[in-house]
């Protein structure tokens, strides 16, 4: 829809108009007209276009047309002017006898005036894109992408971008989108008018604006260090200022700003911001400006996004304890064969605090222009709190944290609580980036553990990973990766889904002491361990008992598995893995009973598993050789890793001693479905 502007022409004296190309400017005709006026006529030059609206009945509007009480003459140009008040316009109106009233002259200066931003999201900010004001999801959407500028390009200054509140380095504005003002028109504007951006009071604390300009600004420039290597970007708009005055390029001329982004969606924010631009219209000195045209371009803040399994590794992280040489040199061996890097943090980096999985998450951000890391940083905040601030953030590797504002973080907090699925189908529905998953306390209970609520809001506003809510807090530690994980499969969906399983441990033990093998025992190779026969272990009616509990829960996890990533069972392993129920202050939580097979580490088709010291047959770990039978098939290899003492004992397993950086998806985010 075209925009059009009232305006107000006088008698006798002539009007001088600024008129935006591609709008339209409306003259009530009868209510300039002088007392008595019964007829009018139009001339113009010939970039001037116009219309009467009603359409007079008289062919030419060069002769005197009756003049009624509601028509409108409609104004146009075809084209920017070379000069100011290079087209003009009048209008006569004539009496009862066709005697000459009065003449109203207009002076016409044509400009054109562009916001542009990379609306078709193609990498290129292109001239007026129509849909440049709105966001559309999809292939064939449209509406630019605003990266978060989370990221460190100071290694001396060790704080994310966005919290200084200046450009110092020129490599910081790929991580800020382009965003062009293109002009054409007169060298200059008419007196009275000027051209200001702004943004909402809500919008504020969202985005900053910079534009781009030299030290020969009339801000105040930067120190002369910087002057030395840096190109100045004076601050437009920002959470203390609205609104600016910017300049007008003149000509055919072209003024860049780069905005950038502060905030991932949340709760309270959807991620969509408006910038504005107004040519704005002074009447007299002293009296307020009026806005005479708008135009407007939307962002929508690229989420934060989680990398599945299935997807390549990139690096491998690991802490350095006193007692996990021996997991260090397996881990070491599992990293080369699967052609990733393994970094190791010494003792002084991790102090003492080996469970790395727990402390953060490993995802990205990504818009058409640029792509880089982010990790979120959870609230758990043991020895290893600082690692991510302080080892990660960097230039393109981005920091994102969320921290409660009350309530102590929990167990359910620690990011060993929080997987995703690789891409799933579901009812007709396609999740191209997975769906993220999380453990929960029961849905129908008031108390227990949960994932704290500012967590959980800041995953649920990314959108693109549609969050599933599991059972988890019936473990002891009540992570969901205690009892859940995922292969890639040259099959089917492409994976499969590992779920541990009682059930298939009491088969597998079954097996044995049906085909006499009832005394081999569980932990024969570790010393300081009791060793327990697979006789003993089926005589154990308690512990059976217990083992049907897990297996409920893990049944309940199951179902809603299947049912949120359209999993049939042939998509989904069983591990025989046994737990155990020890009381937690006054409630039973759950515990694995030999190393838990399914918290393992996957690394393309190299799987590093925690070694379950089964019992053995013909010189053979039972269980090592049911589990590679179940996961051999799909051409993974399983190395079974010796994580007893250093992490089994301690309530934990290989993935809990591990974090995995992979490559990001070769989907684009903004060509979901919504």
């Known amino acids: 829809m075209t925009h ?75 084209k920017a002017s070379a000069h100011e008040n290079d087209n003009k316009l009048s209008v006569r109106y004539y009496g009862e006898k066709s005697e000459v009233l009065g003449n109203a002259v207009v002076h016409l200066t044509a400009v054109e005036i562009s916001l542009d931003v990379d609306a078709d999201r193609d990498g290129k900010v292109e001239k007026d894109n129509p849909n440049k004001d709105s966001w559309k999801w999809g292939p064939n959407g449209h509406g630019a992408i605003l990266l978060v500028n989370c990221d460190s390009e100071q290694h001396y200054w060790k704080k994310p971008d966005l919290e200084k509140r200046t450009i110092t380095k020129v490599s910081d504005l790929k991580d800020m989108s382009l965003m062009i003002l293109r002009t054409r028109g007169p060298a200059k504007l008419p007196d009275g008018y000027k051209l200001s951006m702004h943004i909402t009071k809500s919008d504020s604390d969202c985005i900053r604006v910079f534009k781009s300009g030299s030290p020969g600004s009339n801000t105040a420039p930067l120190s002369y260090l910087y002057s030395l290597f840096v190109q100045y970007y004076p601050l437009v708009l920002s959470d203390e200022v609205l609104i600016k005055e910017v300049p007008y390029p003149g000509g055919n001329g072209e003024l860049e700003f780069y905005v950038e982004g502060l905030r991932f969606p949340d709760k309270d924010f959807d991620g969509l911001i408006t910038i504005n631009l107004s040519l704005l219209d002074s009447v007299a000195r002293g009296i307020p400006e009026t806005p005479i045209f708008t135009d407007r371009v939307v962002f929508k803040v690229a989420p934060w996004i989680m990398t599945p399994n299935t997807l390549r590794p990139v690096e491998v992280y690991v802490c350095k304890i006193r007692d996990n040489e021996q997991f260090l040199q397996e881990m070491k061996n599992i990293t080369e064969k699967s052609g990733c890097t393994l970094k190791i943090l010494p003792e002084y980096k991790n102090r003492g605090d080996r469970w790395i999985q727990d402390e953060m998450e490993f995802g990205y951000s990504d818009a058409p222009h640029h792509q880089f890391p982010v990790v979120l940083d959870s609230p758990r905040d043991r020895k290893l709190g600082d690692f991510a601030y302080d080892e990660l953030l960097g230039p393109d590797f981005g920091y994102v944290t969320r921290t409660p504002d009350s309530s102590k973080p929990n167990s359910l907090d620690s990011f060993g609580n929080l997987e995703v699925s690789p891409p799933v189908t579901v009812n007709g529905k396609h999740y191209p980036l997975g769906r993220i998953l999380i453990g929960v306390a029961f849905p129908t209970t008031t108390t227990g553990r949960n994932m704290t609520q500012i967590i959980q809001d800041f995953l649920w506003a990314q959108k693109v990973q549609d969050p599933v809510a599991l059972y988890s807090d019936w473990l002891l530690v009540g992570h969901v990766d205690e009892f859940m994980s995922f292969v890639p499969a040259p099959d089917r969906k492409g994976f499969r889904l590992l779920l541990a399983s009682p059930d298939a441990g009491y088969k597998l033990f079954k097996k044995l002491q049906n085909d006499g093998h009832g005394k081999s025992r569980l932990f024969e190779d570790l010393e300081e361990e009791k060793k327990l026969s697979v006789d003993e272990i089926l005589a154990d009616e308690g512990l059976q008992a217990e083992n049907n509990y897990v297996q409920s829960c893990i049944d309940w996890n199951r179902d809603v598995l299947k049912r949120e990533l359209g999993l049939e069972d042939a998509d989904i392993i069983d591990l025989p893995i046994l737990f155990q129920l020890v009381l937690d202050g006054k409630k039973l939580k759950a515990l694995p009973f030999y190393p838990d097979m399914v918290n393992m580490i ?66 684009k985010w903004w060509n979901m479905e919504m």
């Open 602 to 667: 996957v690394l393309g088709k190299n799987l590093g598993i925690p070694k379950p010291f089964g019992p053995k047959v013909n010189g053979s770990c039972a269980i090592e050789a049911e589990t590679r039978s179940l996961l051999e098939g799909l051409g993974l290899s399983c190395t079974f890793i010796d994580d007893f003492v250093a992490y089994h004992k301690k309530l934990g397993e290989v993935h809990c001693g591990s974090n995995t950086r992979r490559v990001p998806f070769d989907f």
């Open 4 to 78: 059009s502007r009232t305006v107000r022409i006088d008698i006798d004296t002539a009007t001088n108009l600024l008129h935006v190309v591609g709008t339209e400017l409306n003259i009530h005709l009868s209510r300039c007209a002088p007392p008595g006026s019964r007829f009018f006529s139009v001339k113009c030059t010939p970039d001037v276009q116009y219309s009467i609206t009603p359409q007079p009945s008289v062919a030419s509007h060069l002769s005197p047309l009756p003049l009624h009480a509601n028509q409108v003459l409609l104004i146009g140009m075809k």
